[in-house]
């Protein structure tokens, strides 16, 4: 399974791939700081998962769901932010969860046991 993070904030990044590792099953994780570089990523290569944070500078969490599920219509998206003001559009593009930051190990993981599935 190949998991993509993209969030600008190193230590909410560095956060959220803690709490992937310690899932403890096997997976490609990919971390982007720079969301255009994400939205290449995406591009051209299978995605089986995205956390991504919803507002960034080079390319919108909603530009890089769009993509993905153009793409990938069954790739599973998780937003990630400080904020709960995007819930409700986050609906309408087609997420499949929301998780506030700062997350935690059991959240993530209850995410990725849906994928795993």
Known sequence: MVILVVDSDSDSAANLKRCIKSWGKDVELKVFSDSSLALEYIKKHEVNMLFTEVNMHA???????????????????????????????????????????????????????????
Request: with cysteine; hydrophobic share 40%.
């Open 59 to 117: 390319v919108s969490g909603f530009a890089l769901t769009k993509c993905l599920k153009e793409k990938t219509p069954n790739a599973y998206v998780v937003f990630v932010t400080q904020s709960e003001e995007y819930a409700m559009h986050a609906w309408e593009a087609h997420v499949n969860g929301y998780l506030l930051k700062p997350v935690d190990s059991k959240r993530v993981q209850a995410k990725l046991d849906c994928v795993s599935k």
